[in-house]
């Protein structure tokens, strides 16, 4: 087995593979004066099982670009088999047409990696886990709840707890962790009036005079957050603590969120924003890192990866 890594978080594949005791494949990968992406490998890896880790993150395109030409490049150096570890897979969002003539370019994205090469995908939190159908293939989708319970249990006991959907969508993940943590549930109903936009409706639940926590996938322009936040606040919450998955944060969402009454915004490094977030300490993250080179391990040892969530 040996791990091989993109560019989009090179911090992460670094700590798993010192995890797995791995040093990381030797490649070079570069650009192009006119930005086209090289990707050349400098070992042999002829019958050998590659895990390759890279987050299709900001950029999208070239990061997606970058992990097609990986596997490519893999599959023409004869390894064995190839297993495209997507921390963060971008595109997930446009899962169906919403309206009519979309494309679908969650659909899109399983083509093009199963068609490079890969023979299995290791992803976390997928924004739908119908996704997993658009690849005919084994798909591991690992969950952070247990992360995210093990910080709570730590870090805010004693407190009358309420777990808090953003929107309806979220409902499953976040009566996942409220079980885990023994905490009431409540759903945001949330609309978009626009791509980008949204409003809080309704609240259903009682909130009041409670320690509430809200989940979700992604945080991208932190209007969802912002705006749940706000509307718990008024509806009398006393604090209200995020634990976030995918911290997209695009344009000024680190600013909002440090102008918002969001007590700590937790997230996982499944992007790498050490530079976006630096110095912030409002926002706290967790590695997903043991998680990730547990699951590889168990892949690599065929053993059973959904115990690690039991
Ligand atoms: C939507 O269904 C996702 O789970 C997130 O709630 C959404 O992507 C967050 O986007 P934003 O931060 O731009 O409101």
């Keep these: 087995m040996k791990i091989l890594s993109g560019t989009s978080n090179l911090k992460l594949s670094k700590e798993i593979s010192k995890k797995l005791k791995l040093k990381l494949v030797n490649t070079n990968i570069k650009r192009f004066s006119d930005g086209e992406i090289y ?3 400098n070992e042999n890896i002829r019958g050998n099982s590659i895990f390759v880790i890279q987050s299709t993150s900001n950029p999208a395109n070239d990061n997606l670009m970058e992990l097609l030409l990986c596997i490519d490049a893999l599959r023409r150096s004869s390894a064995k088999n190839i297993t495209a570890v997507i921390p963060y897979y971008g595109y997930a969002r446009q899962d169906r047409k919403v309206v009519p003539r979309t494309s679908i370019s969650a659909k899109v994205v399983a083509n093009l990696i199963t068609n490079a090469g890969a023979s299995r995908v290791v992803t976390v939190d997928l924004h739908a886990g ?6 005919d293939m084994p798909v591991d989708n ?23 959907s953003p929107d309806v969508g979220g409902v499953q993940r976040t009566r996942g962790l409220a079980t885990k943590i023994k905490a009431d549930l409540a759903i945001i109903d949330k609309r978009r009036p626009k791509p980008g936009q949204s409003k809080v409706m309704n609240i259903i639940g009682n909130v009041r005079g409670k320690t509430c ?16 936040v706000e509307a718990l606040k008024k509806n ?4 209200v603590y995020v634990f976030i998955t995918h911290a997209v944060l695009s344009g000024d969402a680190v600013n909002k969120i ?14 790498d924003n050490s530079v976006k977030i630096k110095n912030n300490n409002k926002i706290e993250v967790l590695s997903i890192s043991s998680l990730m080179a547990e699951a590889i391990k168990r892949i690599s040892n065929s053993t059973s990866v959904s115990d690690l969530f039991n």
């Design 258 to 271: 440090k102008k918002s009454k969001i007590k700590k915004l937790i997230i996982t490094d499944t992007i």
């Design 213 to 228: 926590i809200i989940v979700d996938d992604i945080i991208d322009s932190g209007g969802t957050i912002v705006n749940a």
């Design 130 to 135: 119908q996704i997993q159908g658009f690849f």
């Design 236 to 239: 009398g919450a006393i604090d």
């Design 39 to 41: 990707v050349e490998i």
């Design 142 to 164: 690992l969950f952070t709840t247990p992360l995210f319970a093990r910080y709570i249990k730590k870090k805010l006991k004693n407190k009358k707890l309420i777990c808090v």
